[in-house]
């Protein structure tokens, strides 16, 4: 055998031996098997160059050509192993949760006070068997005011009161015109309140919103009288502020409805007696109300012989402060979360 041969033998080991002692990562072990054991690697080209030996030094390189292979091998893939271990503890570690690190608060949002009180007030007549009914925020000029029997020339149509878009479309200013959607739209027996936001050019104050909400209610059907009136805005009066409040009708005038009342409670704080809440009178307004006037049933076609009904429609921010304690309408507005957390 070429003492050459032998000699390079040894060499290769030595130099992979070397290189694969300073691998640090698999790509560095998979480059020394393609040095050596490669298509063009050094102990390829040594068994390649083996055709042109004798026989007998053919074997005996051969063998020791394979021995080295053999070796080589084994330590490529040990060397593997030790740097798939390390790297796979590198990454554990860096991957490792601290479960005794404080964690993130989550924020959780709550519910509007506005939203809750308008559920508040929506359950109570569901429950005695009112639907839900929506309109519109940009309405009619017919809707808000025509069809709702305002007179031409009434006050709440000027331009100084009603937010107009347009000649015959506005932000409606209360919550009635979705009453005469609904006598469109339906044959009575009717029996609905409906929620949602209404606009008016008022300033700001401590009473005042260019944007508010209304619950509105309307009842058709027949036989329907005031003393149904009366009994229904009486029952939700108690529902909401106690059972002990009493209520009492003030005559009063709206287009739509006649006759027309305003409903005052006696004071769920003093009782009656007189204190800070009901200004001392021992009565608080709570709502407007009356019996549906004939012009409006007739808008929806609704036959006025056969027919009557009643409405209603009442300020949310007015009751929820009321129910609250709250004396400025504009923390509803200001989305600050320590009001608005007090709510939920
Ligand atoms: N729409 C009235 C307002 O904004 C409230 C109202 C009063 C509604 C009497 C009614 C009602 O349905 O019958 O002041």
Known sequence: MSEIQSEQLKAILREADERLESASVKADVEDVRIRVLGKKGSLTAILRSMGSLAPEERKELGRLANEARAEIEEKLSLKFEELTRSEQTARFAGEAIDVTEPGERIHLGVRHPITLTIDEISNIFMN????????????????????????????????????????????????????????????????????????????????????????????????????????????????????????????????????????????????????????????????????????????????????????????????????????????FYENDMRFIEQFK
């Open 128 to 331: 005695m068997g009112f639907s839900i009914a929506e309109g519109p925020e940009v309405e009619t000029v017919f809707n808000n005011f025509d069809a709702l029997n305002a007179a031409p020339n009434h006050p709440s149509r000027d331009l100084s009161d009603t937010f107009y878009i347009t000649k015959n479309t506005l932000l409606r200013t209360q919550t009635s015109p979705v009453q005469v959607r609904t006598l469109m739209k339906e044959k009575p027996p009717i029996k609905v309140i409906s929620p949602g936001r209404c606009f008016r050019t008022d300033t700001p104050d401590a009473t005042h919103s260019p944007m508010f909400h209304q619950v509105e209610g309307l009842i058709v059907d027949e036989n329907i009288t005031m003393a149904d009136l009366k009994e229904t805005l009486d029952a939700f009066a108690k529902r909401m502020f106690g059972e002990g409040v009493t209520t009492k009708f003030r005559p009063h005038f709206f287009p739509f409805t006649e006759p027309s009342a305003e409903m005052d409670m006696s004071c769920f704080k003093c009782g009656g007696t007189g204190c800070r809440v009901c200004k001392g009178s021992g009565w608080i307004e709570i709502l407007g109300c009356g019996m549906v006037h004939p012009n409006v049933l007739k808008v929806g076609g609704v036959d006025t012989e056969k027919y009557t009904g009643f409405a209603f429609g009442m300020g949310v921010e007015r009751i929820a402060m009321l129910k609250h304690g709250i004396d400025d309408i504009r923390l």
